[in-house]
């Protein structure tokens, strides 16, 4: 089921939409407050281009927000597949931009990062009237999403851009308004500048999270001492003493480290699809000289310096990935060497503890052995006292040796007897364990 969005309801939420303007030696910024100042500002924008076709604007239109995580549920396509839904009541912006392409929208239903561009043809499908690239950064409070589209042969821009920081939007209108002749020089000058404010970003996060790890390598004290930029606070150290908040931050850095990688792996790829975007321009100006000769130059060389910039990030983002599951596997090993010390401490408290068992266990056999030898005598002796049997002076003394000597012979049978036919393990409650008699 394919869906579309209405980005009206989003664009325009809380007077947050802005339209910046730069045409000719004349620069506005406008906040767009209600759909009628949109549609008039999207008139205008249209007028212009048709009245004069070869001069050459940019018109951005920017909102707070990311569409893909904020908009209005979608609702489903009509049966007919060739039957083209557009925005509801948004349909010139739409065209304006070239959303109303079977490739538009799809940068408003995924969290994927993705750079890709289509072109416009006139009625004829012969000449290319447009080029539109659409830039999405991927998810997360770094999002930006941006469509861009280039008449030709004006090279006029008109571009709509999403940004989920509010910081990122006026960082790119304050780049816009200070790089001017950059931007009257390309139509790409905009592309150039929204990798800048991204490139910079990317740099910032990866930059505080090589900190944290840093921090990690200070408490453990695994690295040269003129290694470390960042020391753990008082605070800090009593967090990460704790075994299980230690091993805790470490996951949770590591997670960020491979997202990170994905991204700069992405901010190369977007280094090289900027660098693209400026071949498929020049390749469908036809031969028009409608860029000056530094013009491709300055652009190139501001697109090259910051894919560098990437490039050095992402070598730096994997040295750090390297060195901290290094310290990961570290801590795991110090961890467990720390837990097998503490359990052969036990083991050998336990042992002590056997001994004196065992000291106590031989007293009281050899206790248990004396009365097991004065027991029969002072049963016979009670008997004789009793006066129960009348034995004359003369075998009176055999009588008792006798009866005596009978109860040491029942006392060593009966204890041979519970001796033999009980285990040594059935003593212990967890005899049937030892034993191997479960039954499973």
Known sequence: MKIYYDLKPFILSAGQARSWTLSGERVADEALDDYDALIAKVSHIKSTLEATPTSRSLFLFSAHGDPSHQLVQPRPWASNMNQHQGMDGFKPLEVLLGLNSCYGH???????P???YFLEYDDSLRNVTAI?????????????????????????????????????LVDIRA???????????HPLGLLSLLYDVCSNTWEEWIMNLWAECNEIEAFTKTVPQDWIYHQPTPQRVRELADADNLLKQMSISDVQICHAQGILSFAVRLGDFCEQAICIVDSHLAGESLLLPGAKAMLEDRIRFTKSRCLAVRERVEEIGHRHRGQINLSYNLIAQKESKTSRTVAEINLDVARV???DSRTMKMIGFLGLICLPPT???????AN????????????YMGTTL????????????VRVSRSPLDRYSHASLMSGSIVV
Not at 149 to 168: G, H, N, W
Request: with cysteine.
């Open 106 to 112: 799809h940068l408003y239903d995924t969290y994927r």
């Open 114 to 116: 993705q750079c890709t």
């Open 132 to 168: 539109c690239f659409l830039i999405r950064t991927g998810r997360g409070m770094h999002a930006v999403v941006c469509t861009i589209k280039i008449y030709l042969p004006s090279l006029t821009c008109v571009a709509l851009m999403f940004c989920r920081r509010q910081e990122d």
């Open 175 to 185: 780049l816009c308004e200070a790089n001017q002749p950059l931007l009257r020089a």
């Open 357 to 359: 068992t065992a000291t």
């Open 379 to 385: 049963f016979t002796t009670s008997l004789w006292q």
């Open 388 to 399: 129960i049997f009348e034995i004359s002076g003369g075998i009176n003394g055999l009588v």
């Open 406 to 417: 009978a109860c040491y012979l029942v006392v060593f049978l009966v204890g041979m007897y």
